[in-house]
C-alpha cells in the first residue's frame, strides 16, 4: 500500500511538472504554422552555435521557459544559418534575435539580450 502511494504522488508531480512548464522545442515549419494560426503565443530564437550571445543567451531561456509563468508559451529554437525563408519572412538580420507573437501579431523582438528580467518582461508580452 505505502509503494503504491508513493508511485501515485511521483506520477502526480511528475504530470504536474510537465504541465507546468512551456516548451521549448527545435523550429518546426509545420507546428510554428499550426500554432501562429491557433493564435497561441510565440516566442522564436534565433540561435547559432557559434554566436557567444546566442550560448550566454541559450540557458537564461530554458530557464525562463520552465517557469509556471511561461507554460503557455512555446519557445521555438530557429538555427540561425539554416532556417533562412523564416529569417526572411521574418526580416531577421542577426543572430540572438528573439521574435515574440500573440494572436498570431509580432509584439515585441529583441537582439542580444541575455538579462533574465529583461527577456522575461520580454517573453511575457506573448502572454498579456
Given amino acids: 500500500m505505502k509503494t503504491l502511494i508513493v508511485t501515485l504522488y511521483s506520477l502526480v508531480f511528475l504530470l504536474s511538472a510537465t504541465l507546468a512548464s512551456s516548451a521549448e522545442v527545435f523550429f518546426d515549419q509545420n507546428r510554428y504554422a499550426a500554432d501562429m494560426a491557433a493564435g497561441k503565443p510565440i516566442a ?37 544559418d539554416t532556417e533562412k525563408a523564416l529569417k526572411k519572412s521574418l526580416g531577421v538580420t542577426q543572430q540572438s534575435t528573439i521574435v515574440v507573437f500573440r494572436n498570431g501579431k509580432e509584439r515585441v523582438r529583441a537582439t542580444g539580450d541575455t538579462r533574465q528580467d529583461s527577456l522575461a518582461a520580454l ?4 502572454l498579456s
Fill in 44 to 80: 522564436v530564437v534565433f540561435h547559432a552555435d557559434w554566436c557567444p550571445t546566442c550560448r550566454a543567451q541559450a540557458p537564461v531561456l530554458k530557464n525562463l521557459s520552465e517557469q509556471t509563468e511561461f507554460a503557455p508559451l512555446t519557445v521555438y529554437v530557429a538555427d540561425y
Fill in 123 to 126: 517573453l511575457r508580452q506573448a
